[in-house]
């Protein structure tokens, strides 16, 4: 699936832009400038599918890319991006709860984290945010390539937090979009919940 055509559908602004729920879908979810379009394009093997940038707040739109006509792969804005106007980052989260809540063909939501932060205060409020609306997460360590051996400290301390949500699976995935360590597997993760 994932050495078919992966084509840009649109960026959806509000919740009536998105496409109809004909497909499964599984989103990349996480701070601003952890590497969620840096991801898809290595998933994809398309290095300028997904813009990424080192300009926290690159993606300002849910966009969305079809593998085939078998799924869809949607890449969010960042949370904590402080420096956007509040009520740009209101609109934009209200937008979020109710794709996260309501979204039927959403199969699973990566949450990625940066391998040499770790678990921040943005992305703890966003997994309760997922275990209010019931939506199953997976942990992805993003950027393994710049922590070295330091990584597993910070995977213990995602563990810690990992456990005290409902919505959160106990396994995480390591990866780096700049070796491709670890993309294989998630590949194969996505395979096998669509
Ligand atoms: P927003 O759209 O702003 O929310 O950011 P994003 O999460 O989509 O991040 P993006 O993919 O744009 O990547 C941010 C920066 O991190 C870019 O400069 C990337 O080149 C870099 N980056 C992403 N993944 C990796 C990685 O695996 N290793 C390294 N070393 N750098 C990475
Ligand atoms: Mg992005």
Not at 34 to 40: A, T
Not at 172 to 180: D, V
């Amino acid at each position: 699936l994932f050495a078919g055509p992966c084509d840009f559908v649109k960026g959806v602004v509000a919740l009536d832009g998105l496409p109809p729920a004909d497909r499964p879908e599984v989103c990349f979810a996480g701070r601003s400038n952890v590497g969620k379009s840096s991801l898809i394009n290595a998933l994809t093997g398309r290095r300028g599918l997904a813009r990424a940038s080192n300009t926290p707040g690159r993606t300002q739109e849910i966009n969305y890319f079809a593998l085939g006509e078998a799924a869809y792969l949607v890449d969010l804005p960042g949370y904590g991006f402080a420096k956007a106007p509040k009520p740009k980052v209101e609109a934009w989260q209200a937008l979020l709860r109710a794709y996260l809540a309501g979204r039927v063909s959403l199969r699973r939501v990566f949450l990625l984290i940066d391998s040499r932060h770790g678990v921040k205060p943005a992305d703890h409020e966003h997994m309760e945010l997922l275990d209010k609306a019931a939506v199953s997460f997976q942990a992805v360590m993003t950027k393994a390539d710049k922590r070295g051996a330091a990584l597993d400290r910070t995977l213990e301390a995602v563990k810690t937090e990992l456990a005290k949500h409902p919505a959160a699976y106990p396994e995480i995935l390591t990866t780096s979009s700049e070796t491709g360590a670890g993309i294989d597997r998630l590949r194969a993760t996505i395979l096998s919940i669509l």
